[in-house]
């Protein structure tokens, strides 16, 4: 899922140095790995310092918004990030159903990365965020179906035939 960001090319094309990144947030519903998070592994990717704090989030739909959201609060709240990477990748159309229109129109592949930068009195800077909760379709875009543990439980064939055949997503009919 993550192959398709190149995070060197785009960290070097913003000609700054790597070592001033200070904090990594990965947005998935569908995460690539979930030990070590994903973060973590662009972390690596990245050979970045042990300093930089990296960690997932899971907001569904809203998620790029409510990173960025949380990393601009961060940093106006802590000067001693000057960088920080948001990226988010998903990869949802494996669940979609080709036949409803609502889910397979609305769940894709996608991914970006977004490197913010912490300046002071900068007309650009974060003004706010406000978001809410809708969660009246919750039941039928349940993934996995029966819940990490009890897929996981069974095994990694049942999660992945889970995650290929199983899922409630598409079943909004």
Known sequence: MYDN????????????????????VSVATTPEYLSPTCAMKIHNELKLSKRCVAYDLNANCTGLI??????ARTMKSNKRIRY?????????????DPTDALTYTNFAESGCALLLENKENDISDYIDNSTFSFNKFSKY????????SNTLAKGLYHFMDSWCRN???GMLN
């Open 66 to 71: 409510i990173a960025l959201d949380q990393v």
């Open 141 to 148: 875009i349940t993934f996995p179906e029966k819940g990490l």
């Open 5 to 24: 960001i190149n995070f060197v090319k785009i960290v070097q094309a913003s000609n700054i140095d790597k070592d001033k990144i200070d904090l990594i």
């Open 84 to 96: 920080a990477l948001v990226v988010g990748a998903d990869q949802l159309f494996r669940n979609a």
């Open 167 to 169: 899922s409630s997503i």
